[in-house]
Every structure is written in structure tokens, then in C-alpha cells.
């Protein structure tokens, strides 16, 4: 049986993105690496990102690390949702099939439970066009103190001189 925990009230809604427009404002790997987000909700995220050649690996594939960082970043932006400071306490993924230059991925994070200060999400990334599965990753989160919003707000740099 799990806890999990999905608001789907409008407050919730419009804090799972003004928490991940937060989190976007900072988040520099996301952009170096094209990410976009598709859709954010409470305990659910998806996130797609193209592949370009500077992500293929020596077999000419996808580096698995490239499909790895997206799935982890679905996962972030899913477990950050509340607005509660949330890391990846443990994480594993199962690379299914290869992803090619030019092929758009999605990853799709849905929260499997919610308990205390641990969650369990599951994240399935896909070729956004075929939806065919590429990889199904698992990331266990952990809250941390502080609040998303909050933390990033304090964190800004002065515009004092």
C-alpha cells in the first residue's frame, strides 16, 4: 500500500509551478542541456529534452549519463513540487533502448509514495514522437530543511552595492 500524496486543488496547482519556475530560474544544467519543461503538478513532472550530437557516446547513441540527468531533473522538479527543499537520497535506472541524434525525450516523474520526510518516484523516460520506453529510472528523495521558494529568494544576490 502507499501514501501518496497528489493535490489537485488549484492552490496546489499553482504552487507546483511557481515552485518549478523558481527552480527553473537557477537551474543551469536543465538549460545547458535544451530541457524543457512539459508539465508540472503536485508529485508529477515532465520534462523533454532533444538529443543533439555533443550528447552522443562513442557508439553513437545517447550517453546514458545525458538520459540519466533528464529522468533526474523530472524527478527534482516532481519531489520539489511543495515547495519543500527535497533531494535524491537514492536513485537506479534501467537503460531499455537507445535514444539517437534528433530524437526528442520525455521523462514523465510520477510520485509512488509520500511519508514523513521520504518519497518514492517512478520515472519513465520515452521517444516523445513514438513513445517507445528508453529507460526507467527510480529516485528515493529525502526533505531537507528550508522552502524552495524561500531559499531561492534568500539566495539572490544583493543589488546593493
Not at 66 to 82: H, K, Q, R, V
Amino acid at each position: 500500500m502507499t501514501d501518496t500524496v497528489i493535490h489537485d486543488t488549484p492552490d496546489a496547482a499553482a504552487l507546483a509551478q511557481a515552485t518549478a519556475t523558481a527552480m527553473w530560474s537557477r537551474d543551469r544544467t536543465a538549460h545547458a542541456l535544451g530541457m524543457q519543461i512539459a508539465h508540472i503538478a503536485s508529485g508529477t513532472a515532465t520534462l523533454r529534452m532533444s538529443v543533439r550530437q555533443d550528447m552522443l557516446n562513442g557508439h553513437n547513441i545517447c550517453h546514458g549519463g545525458m538520459i540519466f540527468t533528464l529522468a533526474d531533473t523530472a524527478f527534482a522538479y516532481a519531489c520539489n513540487s511543495y515547495n519543500h527543499n527535497t533531494v535524491a537520497s537514492a536513485c537506479h535506472i534501467d537503460f531499455l533502448a537507445p535514444a539517437r541524434e534528433g530524437d526528442t525525450l520525455e521523462a514523465h516523474a510520477v510520485e509512488q509514495s509520500l511519508s514523513g520526510r521520504t518519497g518514492v518516484y517512478d520515472i519513465t523516460v520515452r521517444h516523445a514522437d513514438s513513445q517507445k520506453v528508453i529507460a526507467l529510472f527510480r529516485g528515493k528523495s529525502y526533505r531537507i530543511q528550508g522552502a524552495v521558494i524561500d531559499t531561492l529568494q534568500n539566495t539572490e544576490p544583493s543589488s546593493q552595492a
